[in-house]
């Protein structure tokens, strides 16, 4: 292997969240809240800090070697398998440890204020480090099985997390369901390594770590003949983790959980693991052309999809999942056209800017009392100043108004679409589409919540304030980087420097074994496309001109006229609304064709044949009724006639004493 | 006549059988007890036999080691013996059926 800088700060990112996540776990309530919140904070914070100093030194180093690994020891080393203990960190997992320490340092911020009031404050701030914990060790983990054990480990904090009111039945149950279609995904994840391990051990040296990411993309090439499989089982546990179709189904019923949670969590960092995967793994899936198309005709037909949900949605938060799925489907389809780096770009602005919706909306539900449905919301602006400023500066970056950061990422992945060899026009068509969707599901949400009047009730009005400042200072912090996040993918073809793109150039380009297998696709992957800088001004304009006249059109409909909602509605007899605002009926096709089969397949054979017939029936009383019979048998013998067995004994020793001498 | 080896083996036989079939035949446990020792002996017979026409000692070791295990084994079986006749008043094993099944 060749030598890299070590730097043993590395697993302190990791561990010191995992320290205060068992103090403040094994304490819990005999701790007062405001050591627990410190605690906690505090962790985060320090991760945060010690992210920055390693990321710094990664800066300074040459560009090609930026790389730092920490090896805490053998993890399992028999044979020529061996497997470290340890964290690295390049460019890609820095820019991931910055977000995820960065913003969940905001939201821990957010929640002291959010949380103040609970019961189960302790456990909340333990739970929420366990999963700061979790996700570092997905994004620093040196090979995939730290990687996977991050991946299980941020699944089970979103179930403790999105399950955290179990005493609501419908809570607990949104908390299974992601867990259970989260294990779907997680079963193709585990095949996928499974598969690399079997066909890339007999070809490893001595003492080259298995599933380590370096080995693999050294020995991408021995993986070429399985990369298509690999790839697409990879991926079935990236659309789990990531909510892509047609797994997707788990994320909006998570909002179940407290609003920090869908912020940190299902908004800016777990979901994002599938994407970060992908990415990591990029060597392989530029080696399989239809793993690579899979990938971006999943991602943007979840991304149109979903935001077709989410223009019918009352529930405030509900709105945000689907955009949330459907931004991960952006991000899925500039991981399927090549543009890993400008995935990543989306990653990290769209971390800032829903986290800061999500946190808005939070805001807003504190102030409603708990109130989710915009229906009965309204006229918000003046009562809450802080909030609604912030919540439009994230609605114009998810609308990809320029110059907010969600319109260079968006932008640039619909530009690679449109551009790269694996895109083309027909799927640009629909992320186009689905923008300007999101530009008027946006405003309406907007509009619905703060302007126009109030139609809750008297009470719940009287009770309506501004949130404190642990809660709004957060908002503002995620606003400014909302704003400001993107310029530093500023594009070449409006006088920037993709700075952010060349920042991950290295990881995305120096597939060594990739080079020679997949040089028709790596050209395009490398983000290499032939560049039209007079095509890229017209697609930039378009898509901002439709952001507007999507937002102009949300803020028309609902504010001056609500007929043409109404009408709207109405449409084609309402069926097409009606199918909108049930989802497809998604939910529904899946417990007709999957859980009500398996049910009564658990019920009448599984139960009834298997478990009572086979195992209770043949194996358990079964074997207890051969010992029972041959016990019958032997117990004629046992008469107690002492010369019966006297006989049987001298029978039994002629016998053996004339076999001895006759059979020589 | 010379005494051979042939009539040892003769004698620890005819021993051997008497004690053999007094073991399967009688029904007092002192009777049995006292043909297990026949047997025994006649054993010793052909050790002490072998040892003499060999040139050998090994034979006459396991001799004596096989008086110590019968004088132990007489020893603990007249004991049993003599305890189960003063509980029950009789040393007679068809009467002795309380280990059945």
């Known amino acids: 292997m060749e030598s890299h800088a070590t730097e043993s700060l590395l697993r302190w990112i990791v561990l010191v969240p995992l320290l205060a996540a068992a103090v403040g776990g094994l304490l819990n309530r005999r701790l007062p809240k405001q050591v627990a919140g410190l605690l906690a904070c505090g962790a985060v914070g320090v991760s945060f800090a010690l992210s920055v100093t390693v990321f710094l030194r990664l800066t300074r180093m040459p560009a090609a070697e930026r790389f730092v690994s920490d090896t805490m020891g053998t993890w399992i080393g028999f044979g020529n398998l061996q497997i470290d203990l340890g964290f690295t960190m390049d460019p890609l997992s820095g820019v991931m440890a910055l977000v995820v320490t960065g913003v969940g340092f905001l939201i821990h911020i957010y929640s002291l204020g959010y949380m103040a009031h609970d019961e189960g404050f302790g456990r909340f701030f333990a739970y929420m480090n366990l999963f700061i914990f979790a996700m570092m060790t997905l994004v620093l983990g040196e090979n995939m099985l730290m990687l996977f054990v991050g991946w299980e480990g941020v699944g089970l904090c979103s179930y403790l997390l999105i399950a955290f009111w179990f005493n609501d039945e419908a809570n607990a149950a949104a908390g299974k369901k992601a867990f259970i279609v989260n294990r779907i995904g997680d079963f193709g994840f585990l095949l ?21 990411f370096r080995t693999l993309q050294h020995h991408a090439g021995i993986m070429a003949p399985v990369a298509t499989a690999i790839c697409l089982l990879l991926f079935l546990g990236a659309t789990g983790k990531s909510a892509q179709i047609p797994l997707y189904i788990w994320l909006p019923d998570a909002m179940a959980g407290p609003t920090p ?95 800061l919706l999500f946190l808005g909306s939070g805001s807003v539900i504190h102030a409603m009392s708990n109130e989710k449905d915009m229906r009965v919301m309204g006229g918000l602006k003046k009562k809450l100043p802080i909030t609604f400023w912030t919540f439009l500066i994230g609605t114009l970056a998810l609308a990809g108004i320029f110059p907010f950061a969600g319109f260079f990422s968006k932008d640039e992945i619909l530009w ?54 642990t809660m709004t200072m957060p908002l503002v912090i995620l606003a400014v980087l909302s704003l400001v996040g993107g310029w530093i993918g500023w594009p070449h073809f409006m006088g920037g420097g993709a700075w952010f793109e060349q920042w991950l150039a290295p990881v995305f380009s120096s597939g060594h074994g990739a080079a020679a297998h997949g040089a028709a696709v790596h050209g395009a992957a490398a983000g290499e496309a032939v560049h039209d800088t007079m095509m890229e001004w017209i697609l930039a304009g378009a898509s901002l001109a439709w952001g507007l006249i999507g937002l102009g059109v949300g803020y028309f409909v609902y504010m001056k006229k609500i007929s043409i909602a109404t009408s709207l509605r109405n449409l084609g007899g309402g069926v097409p609304y009606k199918i909108l605002l049930n989802k497809y009926y998604v939910d529904e096709a899946y417990e007709g064709t999957f859980i009500r089969p398996g049910y009564l397949l658990s019920k009448n054979v599984l139960w009834k044949i298997v478990d009572a017939g086979l195992i209770d029936g043949l194996l358990v009383n079964g074997s207890a009724l051969v010992v029972a019979i041959t016990g019958s048998v032997l117990r004629l013998f046992q008469n107690g006639m002492v010369r019966f067995y006297a006989w049987s004994f001298t029978i039994g020793v002629t016998v053996f004493v004339l076999y001895l001498s006759f059979s020589g | 006549m010379e005494i051979t080896l042939t009539h040892y083996l003769l ?33 010793n ?5 072998y040892s003499r026409f060999h040139a050998n000692a090994d034979g006459h070791v396991f001799v004596l080691m096989n008086f110590a295990v019968a004088a132990a084994e007489a020893a603990i079986g007249l004991a049993i013996l003599v305890e189960i006749f003063r509980r029950r008043r009789t040393v007679n094993v068809d009467d002795l059926k309380a280990l059945m099944e």
């Open chain 1, 261 to 355: 949670v869908s912020a940190l969590i299902h908004a800016a960092t777990m979901v994002t693991a599938g994407v970060y995967m992908v990415a990591r793994m990029n060597f392989l899936f530029v080696l399989s052309p239809t793993a690579m198309g899979v990938v971006a005709a999943v991602g943007v037909v979840t991304a149109i999809f979903a935001a077709t949900i989410a223009l019918t949605q009352n529930d405030i938060k509900k709105v945000l999942a689907y955009s949330t799925v459907s931004q991960l489907g952006y991000m899925m389809l500039a991981c399927g056209v090549g543009a890993f780096g400008i995935a990543i770009f989306h990653v990290m602005t769209h971390a800032f800017f829903k986290a």
């Open chain 2, 45 to 49: 017979i052909v050790f002490a036999a």
């Open chain 1, 192 to 212: 996928g390594i499974f598969l690399i391990g079997t066909t890339l051990l007999p070809h490893l040296a001595e003492g080259e770590g298995l599933f380590s």
């Open chain 2, 11 to 43: 004698l620890a036989m005819t021993v051997f059988l008497t004690g053999m079939v007094g073991f399967v035949v009688r029904r007092n446990a002192i009777v049995m007890l006292m043909c297990v020792e026949l047997m025994l002996s006649s054993v």
């Open chain 1, 416 to 469: 690679k679409t449109f551009s790269s060899e694996l895109g083309g026009v027909l799927p640009w068509a629909l992320g186009f589409l689905a923008a300007g969707l999101t530009a008027f599901y946006m405003m309406r949400l907007v509009v619905l919540t703060f302007f126009g009047e109030n139609r809750a009730s008297a009470e719940v009005k009287s009770h309506i304030h501004e949130s404190p400042a």
